[in-house]
């Protein structure tokens, strides 16, 4: 239900006691008793949805942070009532946080339509919570301002320096080598993240902030800012007094979520060599305002919008290297020949008259000119194929182009807890040269489709020096994380798709060339282990849990649950 010309402030989506005049009488009495004067009730209200939790150490500057929103709020004359919503910290969350960013999404979207608000600040970071919160958003239609934590600082440690996540599992590899003792590993994880903020990398939530940037969500210049830096206070400052403008204006987020808008947050996506988790989120916002995002279409954007930011995982630097080096508006400078520029922000301007309005230095170290690219071609590619009927992604620009183009033998793990169990075993039959398989980490598999694609090089061949192989999965990859790793199979094994029926020894071919995934069997054999497949296991009686079973769609539908994406 879209926001309309009716009633503003506190007289907007009154109580229903069969007596409007009663309740708005009623609602300002209470709103007294929280001190605040006539004047003050009378502004234009500017929620902000906030989700600080104790479980989320990404979020913890958030009061800081809030406190800065409602000083721009007052500033620039509206009522600022900041509301909690649930809370997604990443590692904090059992199954994953992706089984409940759909739940978040719901709670953004009812608590905007149910309270009584002008516009919104959306006050999120942590990887699923910038998701959660523009879903939200997209579907209540009120005019909001996506508002981002920032990344950490990495910090010096023995003469280099660290930052969470990509260094965190480059150690790790060492450590499972053999390569790190104990006590470095432990003393590693003392510093690699130390500051507040998400991760320091291009992971999914500084690639989620540079999408939400993009896409005119957020102020401009806002996604790099480090989360401990005075200007990300600033950018709340500013956040506050621009939703109090959209209040007026009425600039609702369906007329800057738009097809040309999110086809410039591909872009910018492919550019950065962002996390492929944001091919799955991207999809889901996009379908909030009806809009389809067409795996095809990437592989297209990606062959002609090359890499041009030098970050980890795909590099060697930091978000915050990026926030010196000029920021998102030098990577969409460079990029604004291929980019629809008549799209719209939160500021009222298009993103051309933004950037037509920016310049100065750039460090070509960490942005690169687009004739100069720091990889030819986009950092993500969409596999399709016997084995992937409904396609797969691929971060090209993190993986070993030696392992693009090869035939290889399965050794399959049937779930995350046979490949906990055998990964490591002495006895296990793998060479370097095969395809490791995961099967059931999908959506509906249970484990509600975790960050475990990254699977383990197998202990012997680890202490052996192997440092990448092929790796297939109906799982997710963390956007810090590196490697020749195919994700996302669809339809996952759960559900009876293809990845179901691999088997050890059978023979998969991989072209990234050709963007093609096949299993090597022939159909009268799959058909056979078709037949054998065990039934489902009966999903949850009740809750949330029965909910997300009933719903999730595939991740080529973004993971949304089918009643809430716009027909």
């Known amino acids: 239900m879209a926001m309309t010309d009716g009633p503003r402030g506190l007289a907007r989506g009154l109580t229903n006691y069969g007596d409007a005049d009663f309740a708005l009488y009623l609602r300002r009495s209470f709103a007294t008793s929280m001190g605040y004067s006539k004047a003050m009730l009378a502004r234009p209200v500017v929620g902000i949805a906030q989700s600080a939790s104790g479980f989320n150490n990404c979020h913890r500057h958030f009061p800081e942070l809030i406190e800065a929103v409602k000083r ?5 004359g509206g009522l600022p009532l900041d509301f909690p919503t649930v809370s997604l910290g990443e590692v904090f969350l059992t199954p994953t946080s992706m089984m409940f960013r759909n739940l978040m999404a719901m709670d953004v979207e009812e608590m905007i339509r149910a309270q009584p608000m002008d516009a919104v600040v959306l006050v999120g970071g ?28 990495p910090m010096a440690y023995r003469g280099e320096l660290l930052g969470a996540c990509t260094d965190c599992r480059r150690f ?15 003393r590693i994880e003392e510093n690699l993240a130390t500051t507040a903020g998400t991760c320091a990398v291009m992971g999914t939530a500084s690639t989620m902030a540079s999408i939400a940037e993009t896409l005119g969500m957020a102020l401009p210049g806002t996604a790099a800012i480090p989360a401990v830096h005075a200007d990300r206070l600033r950018a709340a400052e500013a956040s506050g007094r621009q939703a109090v403008a959209l209040a007026a204006t009425r600039l609702r987020p369906s007329q800057i979520i738009t097809r040309h808008s999110i086809e410039n947050a591909l ?56 926030n010196a080096a000029g920021g ?47 990889q030819k071609v986009g950092g993500l590619a969409a596999l399709f194929g016997s084995l992937a009927p409904g396609g797969a992604i691929i971060k090209r620009s993190a993986a070993d182009p030696a392992l693009f183009e090869r035939e290889g033998r399965a050794v399959v793990f049937t779930s995350l807890d046979d490949l906990s169990a055998r990964i ?32 383990p090089i197998p202990a012997k061949l680890a202490r052996a020096g192997i440092k990448d192989m092929v790796r297939i999965s109906d799982a997710r990859m963390s956007g810090t994380a590196y490697g020749t790793i195919v994700l996302h199979v669809s339809p996952e094994a759960a559900v009876g798709g293809p990845l179901a029926l691999v088997r050890n020894g059978d023979r998969i071919r991989l072209s990234v060339t050709d963007r093609r995934l096949d299993l090597r069997v022939e159909d009268a054999e799959l058909a056979r282990r078709r037949a054998s497949l065990p039934r489902p296991a009966p999903p949850p009686a009740r809750g949330y849990g029965k909910l997300y079973m009933d719903h999730v769609l595939q991740a080529e539908h973004g993971c949304d649950f089918d009643f809430l994406r716009k027909a």
């Open 126 to 153: 942590c990887d699923k919570t910038v998701p959660a919160q523009l879903m939200g958003a997209a579907s209540a239609d009120v005019p909001a301002v996506q508002l981002l934590a920032g990344p950490m600082l």
């Open 172 to 186: 790790w590899a060492k450590y499972r080598a053999g390569g790190v003792s104990a006590e470095e590993i432990e």
């Open 328 to 374: 998102l508006g030098a990577v969409l400078r460079e990029l604004s020949p291929l980019l629809h520029l008549d799209c719209l922000t939160v500021t009222g301007q298009t993103l051309g008259e933004r950037l037509a309005a920016e310049g100065g230095w750039v460090d070509r170290d960490v942005v690169r000119p687009l004739a100069d690219p720091y």
């Open 267 to 322: 872009r910018v996506l492919l550019a950065i060599g962002g996390s492929t988790n944001a091919v799955i989120h991207l999809t889901a916002v996009a379908g909030r305002v009806g809009v389809e995002v067409s795996l095809r279409r990437l592989n297209a954007l990606s062959d002609e919008t090359p890499v041009l930011v030098d970050l980890k995982p795909t590099g060697q630097h930091y978000m915050s290297d990026l």
């Open 72 to 76: 721009g709020v007052l500033a620039a």
């Open 424 to 455: 490591d075993a002495p006895d296990l039959d793998v060479r370097p040269d095969d395809f490791l398989v995961l099967q059931n980490a999908g959506p509906k598999s249970g484990y509600a489709m975790p960050e475990a694609g990254y699977l």
